[in-house]
Each structure stands twice: as structure tokens, then as C-alpha cells.
């Protein structure tokens, strides 16, 4: 790869202690390609993080800026206009200049999770689904299976304020979607997503009851540590399809090179050429 100033940059975002992965799967991705662009590592503390974000984009090669925490939230009312995805999700990650010069964000956190299950064959559009967990990664997978037209959502998590809050602001977005909150019971659903840290290992509580969750049910987990928890494993027993949390990370790439117009490519791709451990 020939680096000068005409090599575009994606400005990756975060804390300065956060360890940044992005540059080991996007940059072997651009160098195979021959893609003359790079993702570079920048930390910020978050009192400085205001002002920085908008000088990244007086640099005359930057392409885009992927946010990572803590400032996902922080970037919202830093721009000029976000998608429903990101007043949903209450968060964006991904921020450009638009053509009249304005900044723009979309999110992707549940992009990929939603790419992954639709890629499995599995439609969406007029389905059930339960999402299990409320915070960050849970509102952004809402966000983005309300974007895809299903028919009804449940929403759980034992932070009641925050599930009731992610209910508004779906029914808020998407008033023709049913929008429940208060249990995390799967019975009748047909998408069940864990989006919280349980049912990782054996013998940990599971995020619900996984004898109540159909057979014919698509099983979904974000939990990227391992490949198969203990709530997939259980999942899988009763006959469920499923999506390991690592699929997330790899289909929402794709997702980022769309939107900064960059050449896209698939997961299976990304996986081949990363450089990750």
C-alpha cells in the first residue's frame, strides 16, 4: 500500500485504553483490494472528544470516523442528522461529511447482527422477535430488526427504565410494530436474541427459559469471547438454528464500506485476511 496524503482514512474513535481491532481486518481487506485507504487507532478522553471529532473532519484525505465507547452516545447530538437507526439506538458509530459539507451518522452495531441472520436464510419481515437486554449492543440490534419490518418486538432487561425507554423510542420510530417490555419469556417468538453477558459458560443462569423457546425459533447471541455459549449450546439442543456473537462483528463491515463508499466484500472474506489472534 502506497501511504501519502492522498491515502483515505478512516478515523477509528475511541478511548485511549480501548483495544482497537478494527485496523486488523479492515487494512488487510484494503490491502488485498489495493484499496489506497487505511483505519488508524485515535484515542480521545471524552472531555476532549466534542472538538476533536469535528477537527478530524477538516483533514483533507478523511473518508470517515468509526466511534467506539464511550463516545457513541456523546456523537449524537455532535451531528447534523441521524438515521432512525441511531435515535433508536440512542448511539451512533459511524459518522461522514455529507455533500453539503454537513455531518452525518448512521449506526451499525446491529446491522451486522441482523446481516448475519438474513444471510442464514432467515426473513425477517413479519416476524416475533424477543431481545433480551436493553443497553448498548441490545438497542442497536432493536433499532435495526425494526428497520427490516417485522411485525412485533418484546423487550427485557432488569434495568426496567431502560427497557421501557428503548420501547418509546421504538414505538416512537415504528408505530406500526407491536412493542411489548417486561418479560423475557421466548414462547411465540420467532427470532430470540441474547444481548446480554448471561448464559456464557456452563452452569451460569441463562438469560431465559431455553425449554420455552421453539424449536423452529432462529437463536441469536452477541457475546464475542467464544464462539459457542452455554445458552447456544442449549438453544441448539432443542433444535434451533443460531448466530455465534462473532458474526455480528464480521457482517457489519460490509455495512461500514457501503456507507463510506468504499468497495464491499462478505464475512467470509473479512475472516480469510484478518490478522486477528
Keep these: 500500500m502506497n501511504i501519502d496524503g492522498n491515502t483515505e482514512l478512516i478515523a477509528h474513535i475511541g478511548y485511549p485504553t480501548h483495544s482497537f481491532k478494527s485496523p486488523l481486518i479492515y487494512n488487510p481487506y484494503f490491502e488485498q483490494e489495493g484499496i489506497n485507504a487505511m483505519v488508524v487507532p485515535m484515542g480521545c478522553q471524552a472531555e476532549h472528544y466534542p472538538a476533536f471529532l469535528k477537527s478530524v473532519f477538516n483533514l483533507t484525505n478523511i473518508r470517515g470516523a468509526l466511534i467506539t465507547m464511550p463516545h457513541k452516545v456523546t456523537t449524537v447530538a455532535l451531528l447534523d442528522e441521524v438515521t432512525a437507526t441511531v435515535k433508536v439506538a440512542g448511539a451512533c458509530n459511524a459518522v461522514k461529511l455529507d455533500p453539503q459539507g454537513r455531518l452525518v451518522g448512521d449506526m451499525f452495531d446491529g446491522a451486522g447482527f441482523v446481516r448475519g441472520v438474513q444471510r442464514k436464510g432467515f426473513d425477517l419481515q413479519g416476524k416475533r422477535v424477543l431481545v433480551v437486554g436493553s443497553g448498548g449492543v441490545g438497542s442497536a440490534i ?73 424449536p423452529e425459533a432462529f437463536v441469536g447471541e452477541v457475546v464475542m469471547r467464544q464462539e459457542m455459549t452455554a445458552f447456544l449450546l442449549a438453544a441448539q439442543q432443542r433444535g434451533c438454528r443460531v448466530q455465534v456473537g462473532s458474526d455480528m462483528l464480521f457482517e457489519q463491515i460490509p455495512a461500514y464500506l457501503e456507507y463510506f463508499g468504499f468497495k464491499t466484500t462478505t464475512a467470509e472474506v473479512l475472516r480469510s485476511v484478518a490478522r486477528l489472534a
Design 142 to 214: 432493536a433499532a435495526s430488526l425494526a428497520a427490516e419490518k417485522i411485525a412485533a418486538i418484546s423487550l427485557f432487561d432488569v434495568n426496567t427504565a431502560a427497557c421501557e425507554a428503548l420501547g418509546q423510542r421504538l414505538k416512537s420510530q415504528y408505530p406500526e410494530i407491536q412493542v411489548q417490555t417486561g418479560s423475557n419469556d421466548p414462547e411465540g417468538h420467532d427470532l430470540v436474541v441474547n444481548a446480554t453477558p448471561m448464559g456464557m459458560n456452563e452452569g451460569d443462569p441463562l438469560p431465559m427459559d431455553v425449554k420455552r423457546i421453539a
